[in-house]
């Protein structure tokens, strides 16, 4: 089943405890990119991928580390997370061409203390 | 400042009838255009797109109408079902912002039996 997966669905830190979201897809596609929804603001795109280690930021980049080795995965990075980092995340991937419609993970919620 | 708008964070509809959702946006670069549908606890789904070379793009039940003049589009449901509830969201992308999606705020649609 051409899928994008998160992991995990929901997690509750502290603030500075580095934490790492996964997101990996099987539909072969270059493109992919992190957000984060929050009530009112609708999603704001963190980063993207192009491709294979090609990222870039996106509007809300601040705190957010990402990196592409491989075409499949692109992890979400937090080193030193705090309680404004509080969201729903997701993961989504595409094929290049941006006329492609996105595919999304089924989200992460993160709650940091 | 939001570049795309969904004025309407809720919608309630008699199941049958036409559903409107509206979406404005400001940034007269924006070239195409998509709507999106999200249940709770899952991702986001592609529903339908359009590109500005068009004022109309139609999907079984679901079409979208673009009013480049009144920086304006919407998309009509007919008949709306109970399986349309959900949350929608409408996105643009224009090639000054490398095509990434900037997306509405999202519009609660609630299908009434």
């Known amino acids: 089943e051409a899928q994008v997966t998160q992991n995990p669905r929901y997690l509750i830190t502290v603030t500075g405890k580095k934490l790492t979201v996964t997101c990996s897809q099987n539909m072969n596609h270059e493109y992919m990119s992190w957000y984060r929804q929050d009530p009112g603001l609708g999603l704001r795109q963190i980063y993207y991928?192009?491709?294979?280690?090609?990222?870039d930021k996106g509007d809300v980049p601040e705190g957010y580390k990402v990196s592409r080795k491989e075409k499949r995965n692109f992890p979400l990075i937090l080193e030193s997370p705090s309680p404004n980092q509080t969201s729903l995340y997701f993961c989504a991937s595409r094929k290049g061409r941006r006329d492609s419609p996105l595919h999304f993970g089924n989200g992460t919620r993160l709650t940091v203390t | 400042d939001q570049q795309v708008k969904q004025n309407s964070p809720s919608l309630s509809v008699q199941e049958g009838r036409i559903s409107i959702l509206n979406c404005d946006y400001t940034?007269?670069?924006?070239?195409?255009f998509l709507w999106y549908k999200k249940y709770p606890a899952e991702g986001p789904t592609f529903l339908i797109s359009i590109s500005s070379i068009k004022d109309k793009n139609e999907d079984g039940r679901f079409t979208v109408f673009l009013n480049k003049s009144a920086k304006h589009l919407s998309l009509h449901i007919v008949p709306s079902q109970p399986g349309d509830s959900a949350v929608y969201f409408c996105a643009a992308s224009a090639r000054e912002s490398n095509y990434q999606l900037i997306w509405g705020a999202g519009t609660k649609l609630i299908i009434k039996p």
């Open positions: 991928s192009m491709n294979v280690e090609v990222t």
């Open positions: 940034n007269s670069m924006f070239d195409y």
